[in-house]
């Protein structure tokens, strides 16, 4: 029978708190935490241990020197071992997306994307390098790392990592004993603060400034922030606790634990209150300065969530968080409370008990509130069986009313059936409803995908309307990546798979090939891509680059196509770039644009590969006009003529080339015989000219070189030479 949720609470002052097993641990013996450091990624995600070089260890086999982190569910299960080369290891920590971050004692930081060994590196810059890493705080989003030099600095972004060196502390400092982050979410700057207990007073630093407190009650071992920002528990080195507003404008209470002994963790449970772990002891410290302690008899850890603690020691894993007031009132002995009426209002129903009916009417007037308390119980507590009894008593209040909403009804329902299953000690993923709003539905999924449950994240993706096509892609990635199958079995199981899904992008899985170094799985596999836009550049990076170049074209979209040529012209010597293009006219049409808008030299070789001597002597002579040195004028025209006659085919144009180089030899020799200018002027100008100055013979000659028709000539003549004065 499952046990009243009573029997597990103990009070603290006014209030309740639980702690609740929910995992006994499956790892083995080798597993002593007191060896590790342990970092548990928020909203109930996996654990990573890395051995801690500073402690003593049992010796157990040369295979356990090898660096590793080893990554774990919360029920013990080995999920992955992340191979280290980098050094010593000074941070280990989570994103919110579960991604694992690492930071070696030289600045060295890699960013795990998954559970199958992908990863990102970056550096924390020469700072770092120089004077080494110490240790690290971690957030969300960002970190920031301690260096041997007592300056900081801070990543923001774990998506756009750049390392930024925070203001010296104001103090001057012999020593720093503990500090810790304000994530930028709440701070008024909208950057990074860090909290820094130096001599007996904090210092606040971001990139700006270095702020001195003016504390006197040091020094602080131990500095911890509320997960909502805005509360600040100090530990002092001499054992006493306060608890100031992180502005530092109020104090609200002060606590002497009484141990001279330091403790290993100082964290907050909640909001509620002060949790301080000592080697085999829990103690909750209260607002009012009450305790409640729990003891162990071997090492723990302690994993801050927003709405509790997760506990890790060697054989279990629990859970530690205040009892809210609505189960409180549903659950306490004694209770009168509406909710507490209408749930044993269901019990009595169960035993065909008229007294069900009576408890309905004494509630009547608050039978709303009665509803809504119980499906928001329901939403807190942990065993199945308390979820389906509070949501029987709610659907039972909500079948008397005449007017209420189903939809939080309904929505609850959903969101349980999702909890129980990711809880599961299979899948572990120790997650609470209000935790569950916080993460999303859309990036639990993607933690289950991490994990490489496929069925389950399928039918929760399908249970809650959402997309399933990154299911599909991440099974297929990961069938790419084990399959020792051929290329051609892998594909077709793969394409299989997908069909299912009209228009699933391919591009991914084969990238993913491709960096498997399957070159041919991937070039199969972009043959299914829908979208060229997504196949072209994967097919360049694989130098595929005919491929790419017929797939562009395939697309009829002119700026792939100019995307594509633009690369290949600017990777291959021209001769080659031109076989490239030569028997595709879309592609060749696009070059010769490109040529007209960015080089006449391109052009003309293009032209003259391409054996199009016609186009090719029109740019030159198109060249020719555009110079104003007439020497150089009359070679281009020259090279046009080449091209011309390098051709066994006639071409007209070559005639009227020939006759304009003839024209300006002539016209530069007239300007030399009569300092005058001619170049530039047309034949009949030319000859009208000569007329004017009396050079006739000059003028017939020209006519006849040109074949100037002897109306025109006279016409010439006519309109030149002055008629005679009467006198």
């Known amino acids: 029978m499952v046990p009243n949720p009573t029997l597990g609470w103990e009070r603290l002052q006014d209030v309740f708190y ?92 890699r960013i795990y994307h998954d559970f199958q060994g992908g990863f990102t590196q970056f550096s924390l810059g020469k700072d770092s390098e120089d004077h080494t890493v110490s240790e690290c705080r971690f957030w969300g989003t960002g970190f920031v790392a301690k260096l041997g030099n007592n300056r900081f600095v801070s990543v923001a972004k774990y998506e756009d990592p750049r390392p930024k060196l925070l203001s010296e502390i104001a103090t001057v400092a012999t020593e720093i004993h503990g500090w810790t982050v304000l994530p930028p979410s709440y701070t008024l700057s909208r950057h990074v603060e860090v909290f820094v207990g130096v001599n007996n007073t904090i210092n606040v630093l971001d990139s700006m400034e270095a702020q001195d407190k003016q504390l006197v009650e040091g020094p602080f071992s131990h500095v911890s922030i509320s997960p909502n920002g805005t509360l600040l528990a100090l530990h002092t080195t001499y054992g006493r606790i306060y608890v100031i507003s992180s502005d530092f404008e109020k104090k609200f209470s002060e606590y002497d634990t009484g141990m001279v002994e330091s403790p290993a963790q100082v964290t907050w449970c909640a909001n509620d209150c002060v949790a301080v772990a000592w080697e085999n002891e829990i103690r909750l410290v209260g607002p009012g300065g009450g305790t409640l302690s729990f003891y162990y008899d071997s090492a723990i850890t302690l994993v801050p969530e927003s709405d509790g603690i997760r506990i890790i020691s060697n054989d279990k894993c629990e859970f530690l968080a205040k009892v809210p007031d609505v189960v409180v009132d549903i659950f306490r002995i004694g209770s009168t409370s509406p909710s507490a009426i209408l749930l044993d209002a269901v019990e009595q129903l169960e035993v065909k008990s008229p007294k069900a009916d009576d408890n309905i009417q004494l509630i009547r007037p608050d039978l709303n509130e009665a509803v809504d308390a119980c499906v928001k119980a329901a939403s807190f507590e942990p065993e199945p069986y308390w979820q389906k009894k509070l949501l029987k008593a709610a659907l039972l209040g909500k079948s008397v009313l005449e007017l209420y909403s189903s939809d939080e009804f309904v929505e609850m329902c959903e969101v349980l059936r999702v909890l129980n299953a990711v809880r599961h000690y299979e899948i572990a993923v120790l997650l609470t409803y209000e935790e569950f709003i916080r993460l999303t539905p859309e990036r639990l999924i993607n933690r289950l995908i991490n994990r490489n449950r496929f069925p389950l994240a399928l039918k929760l993706t399908e249970y809650l309307h959402l997309p399933i096509d990154k299911i599909y892609i991440r099974w297929s990635c990961c069938k790419v990546k084990q399959s020792l199958e051929d290329d051609a079995t892998v594909c077709k199981t793969i394409v299989n798979k997908l069909k299912v899904i009209p228009g699933i992008s391919y591009e991914d899985i084969a990238r993913t090939a491709y960096d498997e170094g399957r070159t041919k799985l991937a070039t199969q596999l972009l043959n299914y891509e829908p979208r060229a836009g997504k196949q072209v550049p994967l097919l360049l990076d694989m130098e595929e680059d005919e491929i790419a170049l017929v797939k562009a074209v395939e697309s009829g979209d002119p700026d792939l196509i100019h995307y594509v040529v633009l690369v290949l012209k600017n990777k291959y010597p021209l001769a080659q770039f031109f076989r490239l293009v030569n028997d595709k006219p879309i592609a060749s049409a696009v070059v010769e644009q490109l040529a007209r808008e960015e080089s006449a030299e391109l052009l003309k070789d293009f032209y003259y590969q391409d054996d199009r001597r016609a186009e090719s002597a029109l740019v030159t002579y198109r060249e020719a006009l555009s110079l104003n040195d ?3 004028r009359v070679d281009k025209l020259k090279l046009a003529t080449k091209i011309y006659t390098d051709s ?17 030899e002539l016209q530069t020799g ?52 002055p008629t005679s004065k009467k006198n």
Not at 648 to 664: G, N, T
Not at 686 to 708: C, P, R, W, Y
């Open 630 to 632: 007439v020497q150089a």
């Open 18 to 109: 639980r702690k609740r097993t929910d995992y006994s641990m499956l790892w083995t013996s080798d597993i002593v935490l007191s060896e590790f450091t342990v970092a548990g990624a928020r909203y109930g995600g996996a654990i990573a241990l890395v051995r801690d070089t500073s402690k003593p260890m049992a010796y157990r086999g040369p295979e356990n020197r090898n660096k590793m982190v080893l990554i774990y569910s919360n029920a013990g299960e080995l999920l992955y071992n992340v191979p280290w080369d980098k050094g010593i290891i000074r941070g280990v920590g989570w994103s919110d997306n579960e991604e694992l971050i690492i930071v070696a004692e030289d600045g060295s930081v």
């Open 648 to 664: 066994k085919d006639q071409y007209p144009d070559s005639r009227a080339i020939e006759d304009s180089i003839k024209l300006y």
């Open 670 to 721: 007239y300007e030399k015989d009569y300092k005058q200018a001619f170049v530039g002027l047309t034949v009949a100008e030319t000859i009208k000219k000569l007329l004017k100055i009396n050079q006739g013979s000059k003028a017939s000659k020209l006519k006849g070189e040109f074949k100037i028709p002897d109306k025109m000539f006279i016409f010439l003549k006519e309109g030149t030479y």
